[in-house]
């Protein structure tokens, strides 16, 4: 009997998940030696600007997405979906290359602000960024095993309200995250 992915969707969601985060958590805490070349330091340093203009980029792709499926259009509902998790694999790879290579990059403002403030921010930001996670993978992966036709009558609809809500949360928090880090301060 052969392994479809269509008939095993959430096992190979979970899978995928927690490969994934454990790449994401090894790479932020240090775990992983560094295997790609050092960059040169303007391009390090460009890192969190790209990834600002990535994440509101993504913002956008997803708004065009779900008014696109609220408005029937199929086709681009799903060019403007995987469009975004391009954007966020582009995101993520640039992000993880840059906390291996330097570290998490520390918070130049006071500490009220730190405690209050960015700490929070930064918390829902990552928390909703690790939910996401499977949630993406999920819905992913019904979206590329299922005919459109059949897509209704599975989780995906219901599914993809919830991931896309808390993706447009992550990605905005994500934002002032940087502008706290890199321009507020």
Known sequence: MAFRTRDHVPAVTGVLSVISL???????????????PTAPEAVIDAIPHVNAVL???AIGTIVVGWRAIRRGAVDR??????VTVGLFVAFL???LYRVSLVGPSPFPGPDSVYQFVYLP??????????????L???????????????????????VGRVAASLWLVSFTLGIVVYLLLYAVY
Do not use: K, Q
């Open 55 to 57: 994440s509101a980029v």
């Open 22 to 36: 454990a790449l994401v958590f090894g790479a932020v805490l240090g775990v992983f030696e560094t295997v790609a």
């Open 77 to 82: 509902h799903r060019r403007s979906m995987l």
């Open 93 to 95: 790879v640039l992000y």
């Open 136 to 158: 993406l993978y999920y819905v992913l992966l019904l979206a590329l095993t299922h005919e459109v036709a059949e897509l209704p009558a599975t989780n995906h609809p219901r």
């Open 121 to 134: 921010v930064l918390g829902i930001h990552i928390l909703l960024a690790i939910v996401c996670i499977p």
